[in-house]
């Protein structure tokens, strides 16, 4: 739950950054959770949204977005099960099992991979580069039903650095996504800036407001399978992140008139018959693969992760109507024949 709060500048905060004041002022408890809520579109100076470096003028009014207070909860490691694949005294390279939430928030205080990765490496020894004290280790994020390969840092100056090399695209993160429809072309790439949807505020779009930030996907297709009478065929992906805004590949692709199989929530148009989710209670998006220079050592390093259950089943039962496999296809599924596969 949100509530709407408002805020007049005083004289003497004239000329001040819009994100500097919100914090300033205790209006968000920390300048980047300013920035979040700006950029989200969540703020809102003299009715419109602005950018978070705006400078604000005497007498201007800020309406803004502000969670409801909950209580607090002491951030506790609990014995989550971790499936990692690699770990030094600098960082953690794991897979995310589904359903997996990744910080604590409103509607989940526990159970978080953030408390798993307390009870794994103590508090102490992860890094705090997201702002916020109950986001330990975290330096990107999967979405609670997307499965897969991320990273967690243990201290700042690894936490700082990864951050900087996703931002700077030096990070390949790759996503193998099942999606409704044949895609013609090979190869495809959406450019469309990202914000937060004017009318439910629990979604991302695609608009083109002040707010919006951003945001580039491209995708190779790596295999296609006919359409029949419940549904309109399917195309398996292969999509990067050039940039990492929230749900972005799946906003894009809902956008690209091509919904993700299984998707709760990005679908403009529902599937011809509820059997064309192929049985799947997530979206059918899983990051299976993550290319990186180590921070501290600058080893370049390349980890591929196998479907978990669920996606590998809805591939198989399309696998009598394959129209066949592109080159990138026989190349992406090459790799996962020899990665390891989830443990759960």
């Known amino acids: 739950m949100t509530r709407s709060l408002c805020h007049i500048v005083g004289a003497g905060d004239a000329g001040a950054r819009l994100d500097a004041l919100m914090a300033e002022r205790g209006l968000y408890p920390s300048r980047s959770a300013a920035a979040r809520a700006i950029e989200e579109g969540a703020v809102f100076v003299n009715g419109a949204t602005v950018p978070k470096k705006h400078a604000v003028a005497a007498g201007d009014t800020v309406v803004y977005e502000a969670p409801e207070e909950a209580p607090v909860h002491a951030l506790e490691g609990e014995p989550i099960d971790l499936d990692i694949r690699f770990e030094d005294e600098h960082l953690i390279v794991l897979s995310k099992q589904v359903g997996l939430v990744c910080h604590p928030s409103v509607d989940h205080y526990d159970g978080t991979l953030v408390n798993a990765l307390v009870h794994h490496c103590g508090a102490g020894n992860l890094c705090n580069v997201q702002g916020e004290d109950d986001r330990l280790g975290i330096v990107h994020r999967l979405d609670r039903d997307t499965s897969g390969l991320m990273l967690a840092a243990k201290d700042d100056e690894t936490g700082y650095a990864l951050m900087e090399d996703i931002r700077a695209r030096a990070v390949d993160r790759r996503y193998l996504a099942l999606v409704h429809g044949v895609i013609a072309h090979d190869t495809g790439m959406v450019d469309a800036p990202i914000a937060r949807a004017e009318k439910e505020r629990t979604r991302m779009a695609v608009r083109d407001t002040p707010s919006a930030r951003d945001a580039v996907t491209t995708f190779r297709v790596l295999e296609r399978f006919e359409h ?65 220079a180590h921070p501290a050592t600058g080893e370049e390093l390349s980890f591929a992760d196998g479907l978990p259950a669920d996606l590998q089943a809805a591939l198989d039962g399309l696998a009598d109507r394959s129209m066949g496999r592109t080159e990138a296809g026989e190349e992406v599924f090459a790799l996962l024949a020899d990665a390891p596969h989830p443990t759960s």
């Open 228 to 292: 029949a009478s419940r549904d309109d065929g399917y195309t398996l992906v292969d999509c990067k992140l050039f940039t990492g805004r929230t749900h972005q590949i799946r906003v894009h692709l809902e956008y690209a008139k091509h919904p993700l199989v299984g998707e709760p929530v990005y679908r403009s148009r529902a599937p011809k018959d509820p059997g064309a989710d192929l049985g799947l209670d997530r979206q059918f998006l899983h990051s299976f693969r993550l290319d990186f």
